[in-house]
């Protein structure tokens, strides 16, 4: 196991790679990628929040554990698999891993959320835009697999383009794979935290990223299965505005909650001592 940091007094100065992120990026200035408000990176703060609309630019997987988590100890780095041979994978793969400093598309661990104990899986939009191959199903259900038999609570923060089309079948095997985990944490009587971060896309929507006990979102994060155009041109419609964004996902009964940013530790922690207190003792 890897101690990545623990009350880290500086804890917020990590930084994405530069691997725009921050999309947009220009300079000293960014663009936001949902209202399109242009301001200087230092006003985004601590957090990385445009101030216009309460957007949340994308974090690498390491940034977000720093800026969510008391402490945090990477677990499952040891989980390696075969690279099918498909014409450049391996490439990307390589390309990937400089700019994320990721082995694969998800970090997982345990961290410590406001003193409580929990398990934490964290996908990288960064690597491969967070697409499920089959090492990060294998870490997945690696990690609920552990939490259920250290009886821990799971929290996973959900970014992804889907399944990763390279690995073909082993990617879409994936999919059972980590709802079997889910499961048996379930059966456990334990309870999974998703957190909806922009973009969840995919395969990754329809089966672990929905599956949660309770699922809270970061504003105007875009969520869905097929990509707007792909479904505009199948029913020759035009979709409103804020289709497949959060809000409009919270309205039709998909998402529990949308959290900002800067309460989302808080938010997380309350919920956490809820469901790891014996119930008369409970409360928040």
């Known amino acids: 196991m890897t101690q990545l940091f623990e009350n880290n007094p500086d804890k917020f100065k990590h930084t994405a790679p530069a691997d725009a992120r921050t999309r947009g990026q220009k300079g000293d200035w960014v663009t936001c990628a949902f ?44 989980i390696e698999m075969t690279t099918p041979d498909f014409p450049g994978y391996a490439e990307k793969l ?24 929990t398990a934490l899986a964290i996908m990288d939009a960064g690597f491969m835009m967070g697409s499920l191959g089959a090492k990060t199903g294998a870490k997945l259900v690696a990690l ?37 985990a889910i499961a048996r944490h ?30 809270l979102s970061e504003p105007h994060a875009l969520v869905g299965f097929a990509g707007r155009r792909v479904i505009e041109q199948t029913i020759h419609e035009t979709l409103p505005k ?20 800067p309460e989302l530790q808080h938010y997380l922690g309350q919920l956490l001592r809820v469901h790891q207190a014996p119930k008369e003792d409970a409360h928040v």
């Open 94 to 117: 390589t390309r990937a891993q400089a700019a994320t400093g990721l082995k694969e598309a998800v970090l997982t661990g345990e961290a410590v959320i406001e003193h409580q104990r």
């Open 186 to 215: 379930r059966e456990a009587g334990l309870v999974y935290i998703v957190v909806l971060t922009d973009p969840t896309m995919g395969g990754v929507t329809a089966s672990f990223a929905m599956q949660g006990d309770i699922i």
């Open 144 to 180: 609920f697999d552990d939490a259920t038999a250290n009886g821990l609570p799971v929290i996973l923060f959900s970014a992804s383009g889907g399944a990763r089309m390279q690995e073909g079948i082993r990617s879409l095997m994936q999919l059972a794979n980590v709802s079997a």
């Open 35 to 78: 209202c399109g408000a242009q301001q200087y990176k230092e006003e985004l703060g601590e957090f990385l929040v445009c101030g216009v609309c309460g957007y949340g630019f994308r974090l690498g997987a390491a940034q977000r554990a720093n800026m969510m988590t008391d402490s945090f100890t990477e677990w499952h780095a040891e």
């Open 242 to 261: 804020d289709f497949q964004r959060a809000e409009h996902m919270q309205a039709s009964g998909f998402i529990d909650a949308i959290v900002a940013r």
